[in-house]
Nanobody
Framework: QVQLVESGGGLAQAGGSLRLSCTAS????????MGWYRQVPGKQREPVAT???????NYADSVKGRFTISRDTAKKTVDLQMSSLKPEDTAVYYC??????????WGQGTQVTVSS
C-alpha cells in the first residue's frame, strides 16, 4: 500500500515563502513520476510541478520561476519550495505519485493560504 504524507502547509503573506514536503512509504524511484497538484473549491485539481524518474521537470506556467520541485531519494521525499507567493496560490496542495500499470496515488492534502 502506497502512502504519501504531506507536511509544511500553512499561512504566508504575499511575497513570502513556504516549503512543502511529501514523504513516501517506499522508494520514490519505484514511481514513474511524482509531483504536486493543487485544488481550490469548485475547481478541478491542477498540476503544479512534476518530476519524472528520469528527472524531467514540468511546472505550471503560473508558478514558473517561483516554485521549485526537488527530491531526496534517501529520505524518500519530494519537496516543493514556494517563493514569491501570491494570494492566488491559496489552495489545498496534494502530493501525487504515478506508476504505469498501478495508477495514481494521493496524499491527504495540506492547506496553503496566502494573505494579501
Amino acid at each position: 500500500q502506497v502512502q504519501l504524507v504531506e507536511s509544511g502547509g500553512g499561512l504566508a503573506q504575499a511575497g513570502g515563502s513556504l516549503r512543502l514536503s511529501c514523504t513516501a512509504s517506499q522508494n520514490i524511484f519505484s514511481f514513474d513520476s511524482m509531483g504536486w497538484y493543487r485544488q481550490v473549491p469548485g475547481k478541478q485539481r491542477e498540476p503544479v510541478a512534476t518530476i519524472t524518474r528520469g528527472s524531467n521537470v514540468n511546472y505550471a506556467d503560473s508558478v514558473k520561476g517561483r516554485f521549485t520541485i526537488s527530491r531526496d531519494t534517501a529520505k524518500k521525499t519530494v519537496d516543493l519550495q514556494m517563493s514569491s507567493l501570491k494570494p492566488e496560490d491559496t489552495a489545498v496542495y496534494y502530493c501525487n505519485a504515478f506508476r504505469i500499470g498501478l495508477g495514481q496515488f494521493w496524499g491527504q492534502g495540506t492547506q496553503v493560504t496566502v494573505s494579501s
